[in-house]
């Protein structure tokens, strides 16, 4: 049963081969017997899943079902859930009950899927690893002595254990694309602006965007139709039409241009990674798909530019945590700005507080255009670059990440180093373009993952093309032993 | 580029951040080696460049001025670390008259 796909277990609920009752005390039982290790949940909702099961069981009864109601998934902490605990991974809010849902979660509930709980991350979605959350590190399910990724480390180890058949998570650098590649499975950052970022606790507002965990890109699609639209109550969303998602996934790719960026295959590329990587792209040849190199000529200062401008956005947007309306607040403040300023120190970790002040420094007066605007300006250099190649490929393919998982505690002492695992994912962050990790082998019994990038609103494109290659491969299939 | 322990100090204020020395000392290492990595953005010229806010490079909508969010204090309320007939309390800002 853990093996099954969303879009076969929506055949087995539609067929009343298993109710949905049945299906999330199954998937709760699995999470109580192997999480205690793996730590990929803060919160498990029994109560509110079986609640939503029984709902979703009479909808299918009266014949109003959805194609996803009754199904299971997993939600990142980050995700404003009402009157269900969300932490984003920080002591800061520890205590912090939702009072409303994210638009994401009310679609998806809308559609009637049924929340398992919340998953593990990063502080605040800072990080690469799992490793700077309040709860500890998630594991790796293919080695457990190795880093799930991050910072959605819970959304993609859960599904990798099989401990939930698919999950949301957000991508700010490479949140959901690196660990779907370190945990591998299948994980898809859609435009920004196609999901929803109301209720979605903010990092860096002009890159976060919601996204997906699935095996399949078929399963991805499914639970993106009902994920991604316009919301009024976000800003920056973006009023574009959503297709069917599953319409295309069928196409041939017969005559599709792939362009390979050859500042992604340079000499901090893992010559392992590198081959599996290769064998893949002759997977798309036989396809009939053609490969052409292409150039992303500001590739190396994608990374600088996005620790200025996600630590400044960071800045001002955790300035919200004063200790006054919700969260944590210090013992015995003297005074107003001691509340303040201890409530703030003791609520954050390390990370979010090295951010904190980057973010502060970058701003502050006299700094704003040396730093702040000058990122802005190389920002759009770093989109322009994937303008012009768009004018010659119709997808970008690259490795998602230059190394497979590295070891718990490796990169904590180092920051440069573990900001330098993004290499591959934040510019399309900085662009807005959507991108998916899929599994295309293993390095050391690690997976890899293998990066697509398109144009904006090209998910059904991305899609197809990651759906066609797990037609003619089974790498998605592998799961990790013990699970 | 350095920064000093001093001016670790004056961000940490800005930020509203309490440190202890060890952690002034560690981040003034740490940040000055981010600041230097960040460095790299001088060398290239962006004189005629536009800076890009949004990535779709579209403006924020705009919408009629009415009101639209639910009133709900009291839920609110209930997840504040301290409250009082409706009011958020906090430490005593105004000294009294002596």
């Given at each position: 049963?853990?093996?099954?796909?969303?879009?076969?277990?929506?055949?087995?609920?539609?067929?009343?081969?298993?109710?949905?009752?049945?299906?999330?005390?199954?998937?709760?039982?699995?999470?109580?017997?192997?999480?205690?290790?793996?730590?990929?949940?803060?919160?498990?909702?029994?109560?509110?899943?079986?609640?939503?099961?029984?709902?979703?069981?009479?909808?299918?009864?009266?014949?109003?079902?959805?194609?996803?109601?009754?199904?299971?998934?997993?939600?990142?902490?980050?995700?404003?859930?009402?009157?269900?605990?969300?932490?984003?991974?920080?002591?800061?809010?520890?205590?912090?009950?939702?009072?409303?849902?994210?638009?994401?979660?009310?679609?998806?509930?809308?559609?009637?899927?049924?929340?398992?709980?919340?998953?593990?991350?990063?502080?605040?979605?800072?990080g690469s690893s799992?490793e700077?959350?309040?709860?500890?590190?998630?594991?790796?399910?293919?080695?457990?002595?190795?880093?799930?990724?991050?910072?959605?480390?819970?959304?993609?180890?859960?599904?990798?254990?099989?401990?939930?058949?698919?999950?949301?998570?957000?991508?700010?650098?490479?949140?959901?694309?690196?660990?779907?590649?370190?945990?591998?499975?299948?994980?898809?950052?859609?435009?920004?602006?196609?999901?929803?970022?109301?209720?979605?606790?903010?990092?860096?507002?002009?890159?976060?965007?919601?996204?997906?965990?699935?095996?399949?890109?078929?399963?991805?699609?499914?639970?993106?139709?009902?994920?991604?639209?316009?919301?009024?109550?976000?800003?920056?969303?973006?009023?574009?039409?959503?297709?069917?998602?599953?319409?295309?996934?069928?196409?041939?790719?017969?005559?599709?241009?792939?362009?390979?960026?050859?500042?992604?295959?340079?000499?901090?590329?893992?010559?392992?990674?590198?081959?599996?990587?290769?064998?893949?792209?002759?997977?798309?040849?036989?396809?009939?798909?053609?490969?052409?190199?292409?150039?992303?000529?500001?590739?190396?200062?994608?990374?600088?530019?996005?620790?200025?401008?996600?630590?400044?956005?960071?800045?001002?947007?955790?300035?919200?945590?004063?200790?006054?309306?919700?969260?944590?607040?210090?013992?015995?403040?003297?005074?107003?700005?001691?509340?303040?300023?201890?409530?703030?120190?003791?609520?954050?970790?390390?990370e979010?507080?090295?951010?904190?002040?980057?973010?502060?420094?970058?701003?502050?007066?006299?700094?704003?255009?040396?730093?702040?605007?000058?990122?802005?300006?190389?920002?759009?250099?770093?989109?322009?670059?994937?303008?012009?190649?768009?004018?010659?490929?119709?997808?970008?393919?690259?490795?998602?990440?230059?190394?497979?998982?590295?070891?718990?505690?490796?990169k904590t002492?180092d920051p440069i180093s573990m900001y330098l695992s993004d290499?591959?994912?934040?510019?399309?962050?900085?662009?807005?373009?959507?991108?998916?990790?899929?599994?295309?082998?293993?390095?050391?019994?690690?997976?890899?993952?293998?990066?697509?990038?398109?144009?904006?609103?090209?998910?059904?494109?991305?899609?197809?093309?990651?759906?066609?290659?797990?037609?003619?491969?089974?790498?998605?299939?592998?799961?990790?032993?013990?699970? | 580029?350095?920064?000093?322990?001093?001016?670790?100090?004056?961000?940490?204020?800005?930020?509203?951040?309490?440190?202890?020395?060890?952690?002034?000392?560690?981040?003034?290492?740490?940040?000055?080696?981010?600041?230097?990595?960040?460095?790299?953005?001088?060398?290239?010229?962006?004189?005629?460049?536009?800076?890009?806010?949004?990535?779709?490079?579209?403006?924020?909508?705009?919408?009629?001025?009415?009101?639209?969010?639910?009133?709900?204090?009291?839920?609110?309320?209930?997840?504040?670390?301290?409250?009082?007939?409706?009011?958020?309390?906090?430490?005593?800002?105004?000294?009294?008259?002596?």
């Amino acid at each position: 049963m853990q093996h099954k796909t969303v879009a076969e277990l929506s055949r087995e609920l539609t067929e009343k081969k298993i109710s949905s009752v049945e299906l999330t005390q199954f998937f709760l039982e699995r999470i109580k017997h192997f999480d205690s290790t793996l730590n990929s949940f803060i919160t498990v909702s029994e109560d509110y899943a079986l609640t939503a099961a029984k709902d979703a069981d009479a909808k299918r009864a009266q014949g109003k079902a959805s194609p996803l109601t009754g199904i299971p998934i997993a939600h990142k902490d980050i995700f404003c859930t009402d009157g269900v605990k969300t932490t984003c991974g920080s002591k800061m809010l520890d205590n912090f009950i939702a009072p409303y849902n994210a638009t994401v979660i009310q679609n998806l509930n809308d559609a009637g899927t049924v929340m398992l709980g919340k998953t593990n991350m990063d502080e605040f979605a800072m990080g690469s690893s799992n490793e700077t959350s309040y709860y500890g590190p998630v594991k790796n399910p293919w080695q457990s002595d190795y880093v799930s990724g991050g910072s959605s480390g819970g959304s993609a180890a859960s599904v990798a254990a099989l401990l939930a058949p698919a999950s949301t998570g957000t991508d700010t650098g490479g949140s959901i694309r690196q660990p779907a590649a370190l945990c591998g499975i299948t994980g898809l950052k859609p435009t920004y602006g196609r999901a929803s970022r109301y209720g979605m606790i903010a990092f860096a507002s002009s890159l976060d965007q919601a996204g997906l965990f699935a095996h399949t890109a078929e399963d991805v699609a499914l639970l993106l139709n009902a994920m991604a639209g316009f919301d009024e109550k976000d800003s920056t969303s973006v009023n574009h039409p959503v297709p069917d998602y599953t319409a295309a996934l069928n196409n041939n790719l017969k005559g599709l241009r792939i362009g390979l960026p050859k500042e992604y295959f340079n000499a901090g590329l893992n010559n392992e990674v590198a081959q599996t990587i290769q064998t893949a792209i002759r997977e798309y040849e036989k396809l009939g798909a053609v490969i052409e190199e292409i150039s992303l000529p500001n590739t190396a200062l994608s990374v600088p530019v996005y620790y200025v401008i996600a630590p400044a956005e960071c800045s001002s947007n955790l300035a919200r945590y004063d200790g006054v309306r919700y969260g944590y607040r210090c013992v015995n403040p003297a005074d107003l700005q001691d509340l303040y300023e201890r409530s703030r120190s003791e609520g954050f970790g390390t990370e979010v507080k090295r951010r904190i002040m980057i973010g502060t420094y970058v701003l502050s007066a006299g700094y704003y255009d040396a730093y702040y605007l000058k990122a802005q300006k190389i920002r759009r250099l770093i989109c322009n670059d994937f303008v012009n190649a768009f004018k010659k490929v119709d997808v970008i393919l690259s490795p998602t990440t230059p190394t497979p998982a590295f070891k718990i505690g490796e990169k904590t002492s180092d920051p440069i180093s573990m900001y330098l695992s993004d290499i591959y994912t934040i510019a399309a962050n900085l662009a807005g373009l959507p991108g998916i990790s899929i599994p295309v082998g293993f390095v050391n019994q690690l997976p890899i993952g293998m990066q697509l990038i398109t144009n904006l609103f090209g998910e059904a494109k991305l899609l197809n093309v990651a759906h066609q290659y797990q037609t003619v491969t089974d790498w998605h299939k592998q799961s990790p032993r013990g699970f | 580029m350095s920064l000093t322990p001093d001016a670790v100090k004056k961000i940490a204020h800005l930020a509203r951040l309490s440190l202890s020395e060890d952690d002034i000392a560690l981040y003034s290492t740490q940040l000055s080696k981010i600041l230097d990595f960040i460095e790299q953005m001088n060398q290239v010229d962006t004189t005629q460049i536009e800076p890009l806010a949004h990535p779709l490079d579209i403006s924020q909508r705009l919408r009629p001025d009415v009101i639209t969010e639910p009133n709900l204090r009291n839920k609110y309320q209930t997840i504040a670390p301290q409250v009082e007939a409706g009011l958020y309390l906090v430490p005593k800002v105004i000294e009294e008259a002596s």
